[in-house]
């Protein structure tokens, strides 16, 4: 019996049987065909995705859902005020205001990136102004803002899949500001 890998095992399922072979799908990037006594010839995988080595044996196969199960990974993001003291447990550190954090030297700072691009738009900024009380309808509008930069979170996340990433914010109130609603985003899928 010939099986066909399409997806890490944990969350494939058996969709459809037909000729003796067996199709197992899920969200996984890999195609290979494992027969029961040893592995045959990697099938052609679709254009833009990789094609599988040939292994020995089936439980070879195992090491390439790694990087699958590493993208699957929950993001490990973190938020912190840029004026607390750099850590090695910060992982990845990356401001997310537009404007530099005042009396903060970039040596003190010891960041990795800055995303300014991800931070809220200045008349955005302005009007929120950190109240507490307009909060709701900043977290809204400002998602609304970062619908353009989808491409620029998503990097952020695969990053926060292989490592910590640490979202820096110059704001005074730790729960009403962007690197709080930017660190939602990334956790949820």
Not at 31 to 52: D, I, Q, Y
Not at 135 to 156: D, G, K, T
Request: glycine share 6%.
């Amino acid at each position: 019996m010939s099986v066909r890998v399409t997806a890490p095992v944990r969350r494939a399922a058996v969709r459809r049987q037909r000729l003796g072979t067996t199709v197992i799908k899920g969200n996984g990037k890999l195609k290979a065909n494992v027969k029961a006594k040893g592995m045959t010839k990697a099938t052609t995988a679709a254009p833009g995705r990789r094609a599988p080595a040939e292994f020995s044996s089936p439980a070879c196969l195992l090491h390439e859902f790694e990087g699958a199960l590493e993208s699957a990974a929950a993001p490990d993001v973190r938020i912190k005020r840029i004026n607390d003291k750099p850590a090695p447990e910060d992982g990845f550190r990356t401001l997310v205001d537009r404007l530099w954090p005042r009396g903060m030297t970039r040596h003190d700072a010891a960041l990795d990136a800055w995303a300014r691009e991800l931070a809220p738009s200045t008349p955005l900024r302005r009007w929120f102004n950190h109240d507490p009380d307009r909060w709701i309808a900043f977290r809204s509008r400002y998602r609304n803002e970062l619908r353009v930069h989808a491409s620029e979170l998503e990097a952020l996340r695969r990053r926060a899949g292989r490592e910590r990433v640490t979202l820096l914010y110059a704001a005074r109130d730790a729960k009403h500001n962007n690197a709080v609603v930017i660190m939602g985003l990334l956790r949820r899928r």
